[in-house]
């Protein structure tokens, strides 16, 4: 069995949808499980509706954008009758009723409750559509899979209940050969009973849960790239094909910054050696990159992770005494505390500097915590460069012309923050 996956984007507009169609028709020999996350810029949308629930605004004119887009996307998919249809229909007046309702004082369970819905809505409107072309699926609530802990907007995932839950369709799926399952990103339900969400863009991790806990043969994830590059074509020019990296080496990028996929999304995989295939949408006869426990291709080209609207932040303990290990613990617990994430950190004897994305309200509130004892220096508007495999002449070709303020070397990576 294949897990395969479309984001956002590669549902955004009817054709696109069409396309979904085809790339399935195209292979219908092996079960396929296919994960799909809200429509387009849905996800965005359901959060202004959020917002403005929060703010007792008019959330009203903010989901009738979302009804309109999703009512059109069916109009233009010539869908008008069935089951499925029907249940999409009747998922848009319930949202509308249930949206109406005082809100319970608990707003990141608020916000999965309204923002969890995109995906509902995308999966029955694919799902009738798939049927009406006359494929064999079946729509899956992913809730009753993926189960989680009750923290809202970032829940965790619980895997034994997952397994258990899992079980149960893997049993079904074994029934039936020819039906292919469309199920969710993104969503997952709560030991409550409620609707949770894993984090933003998370539907590539759902994809490597479902993968995991199914035993599936690999993982597809349908971009609007043509696989993985060695560096974002928005910042860098003369861009090459991944065409097989590893796990360890994905993990790496995305830990660095590289936002092709999710981070989290690997180590599901690696536990059970299940390959991850990036492929492109737009053309299916591209191989795509590789992701699997092979590394014999990792170093072959210079990767490139580019990070703009940088601040580093530069703390003094206010009497110049040494920064020592209780000050390290101390600082530590007020990032933890502040929800910043440090992208680079070093440390000399009577400084700790520390680099984070251009947060204004985390940096204001972690300053305030910092300054009853530490002197804070900040610089913004920076850069933070990052090259795997680096070698001399890329690194001066990148770095000529600029203020380097901070620099960190290690055997297979450099790390630049630049001016
Ligand atoms: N629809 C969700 C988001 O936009 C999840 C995803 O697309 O992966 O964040
Ligand atoms: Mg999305």
């Given at each position: 069995m294949k897990v395969?996956?479309f984001?956002?984007?590669?549902?955004?507009d009817a054709?696109?949808?069409k396309?979904?169609?085809?790339i399935?028709e195209q292979?219908?020999k092996?079960?396929?499980?296919v994960?799909?996350s809200?429509m387009g810029?849905?996800?965005?949308?359901l959060?202004?509706?959020?917002?403005?629930?929060?703010?007792?605004g008019?959330?009203k004119?903010?989901?009738?954008?979302v009804?309109?887009?999703?009512?059109q996307?069916?109009?233009?998919?010539?869908?008008?009758?069935?089951?499925?249809f029907?249940?999409?229909q009747?998922?848009?007046?319930q949202m509308d009723?249930d949206?109406?309702?005082p809100?319970?004082g608990n707003t990141?369970?608020?916000?999965?409750?309204v923002v969890?819905?995109?995906?509902?809505?995308?999966?029955?409107l694919?799902?009738a559509?798939?049927?009406?072309v006359?494929?064999n699926?079946?729509?899956v609530?992913v809730?009753n899979v993926?189960k989680t802990?009750n923290?809202?907007?970032?829940?965790?995932v619980?895997w034994e209940r997952?397994q258990?839950a899992?079980?149960?369709?893997?049993?079904?799926?074994?029934?039936d050969?020819?039906?292919?399952?469309?199920?969710?990103?993104?969503?997952a339900q709560?030991?409550l009973?409620?609707t949770?969400?894993?984090g933003r863009e998370?539907s590539?991790?759902?994809?490597?849960?479902?993968?995991?806990?199914l035993?599936?043969?690999?993982?597809?994830?349908w971009?609007?790239?043509?696989?993985?590059?060695?560096?974002?074509?928005?910042w860098f020019n003369n861009?090459?094909?991944l065409?097989?990296?590893?796990?360890?080496?994905?993990?790496?990028?995305s830990?660095?910054?590289?936002s092709?996929?999710?981070?989290k999304?690997l180590k599901?995989?690696?536990n059970k050696n299940?390959?991850?295939?990036?492929?492109s949408?737009?053309?299916?006869?591209l191989?795509?990159?590789?992701?699997?426990?092979?590394?014999d291709?990792?170093?072959?080209?210079p990767?490139?992770i580019?990070?703009p609207?940088?601040?580093?932040?530069s703390?003094?303990?206010?009497d110049?005494?040494?920064?020592?290990e209780?000050?390290?613990?101390?600082?530590?617990d007020?990032?933890?505390?502040?929800g910043?994430?440090?992208n680079?950190m070093?440390n000399s004897?009577?400084?700790?500097?520390?680099?984070?994305d251009?947060?204004d309200?985390?940096?204001?509130?972690?300053?305030e915590?910092?300054?009853?004892a530490?002197?804070?220096k900040?610089n913004d508007?920076?850069d933070?460069?990052?090259i795997?495999?680096?070698?001399?002449?890329?690194?001066?070709?990148?770095?000529?012309?600029?203020?380097?303020?901070?620099e960190?070397?290690?055997?297979?990576t450099?790390?630049?923050?630049l001016r």
């Amino acid at each position: 069995m294949k897990v395969y996956k479309f984001g956002g984007a590669s549902v955004k507009d009817a054709a696109a949808v069409k396309n979904v169609a085809r790339i399935l028709e195209q292979d219908q020999k092996e079960k396929k499980v296919v994960v799909i996350s809200a429509m387009g810029k849905t996800t965005n949308m359901l959060e202004e509706v959020h917002l403005r629930r929060l703010e007792m605004g008019n959330w009203k004119d903010a989901f009738e954008k979302v009804a309109n887009y999703h009512n059109q996307m069916a109009e233009d998919l010539g869908l008008s009758e069935g089951a499925l249809f029907q249940d999409f229909q009747d998922l848009l007046v319930q949202m509308d009723t249930d949206f109406a309702k005082p809100l319970s004082g608990n707003t990141a369970l608020e916000y999965d409750r309204v923002v969890g819905q995109g995906e509902v809505l995308s999966t029955l409107l694919i799902s009738a559509y798939l049927e009406q072309v006359g494929l064999n699926v079946e729509w899956v609530d992913v809730r009753n899979v993926i189960k989680t802990n009750n923290e809202h907007r970032r829940a965790e995932v619980d895997w034994e209940r997952s397994q258990k839950a899992a079980d149960i369709l893997l049993a079904h799926l074994e029934e039936d050969t020819e039906r292919t399952i469309i199920t969710q990103g993104f969503i997952a339900q709560s030991k409550l009973g409620n609707t949770t969400t894993l984090g933003r863009e998370g539907s590539d991790f759902s994809a490597a849960i479902i993968a995991y806990l199914l035993n599936a043969g690999s993982v597809t994830i349908w971009k609007d790239v043509p696989g993985m590059l060695n560096a974002d074509p928005k910042w860098f020019n003369n861009t090459v094909e991944l065409p097989h990296i590893s796990y360890n080496e994905c993990i790496e990028l995305s830990y660095y910054g590289a936002s092709v996929i999710h981070p989290k999304t690997l180590k599901p995989l690696q536990n059970k050696n299940i390959p991850l295939y990036v492929k492109s949408f737009n053309d299916v006869s591209l191989k795509g990159t590789v992701i699997d426990a092979t590394s014999d291709y990792d170093t072959l080209v210079p990767m490139y992770i580019f990070k703009p609207n940088q601040v580093l932040l530069s703390i003094k303990s206010r009497d110049f005494s040494f920064i020592v290990e209780k000050n390290l613990s101390d600082i530590f617990d007020m990032i933890s505390e502040s929800g910043l994430r440090v992208n680079m950190m070093q440390n000399s004897a009577i400084s700790f500097s520390i680099v984070v994305d251009q947060d204004d309200s985390l940096i204001k509130g972690l300053r305030e915590m910092l300054q009853v004892a530490y002197e804070v220096k900040y610089n913004d508007g920076l850069d933070l460069l990052t090259i795997r495999h680096y070698d001399e002449a890329t690194v001066k070709s990148l770095t000529t012309g600029k203020e380097i303020l901070m620099e960190q070397r290690s055997r297979q990576t450099l790390r630049f923050v630049l001016r």
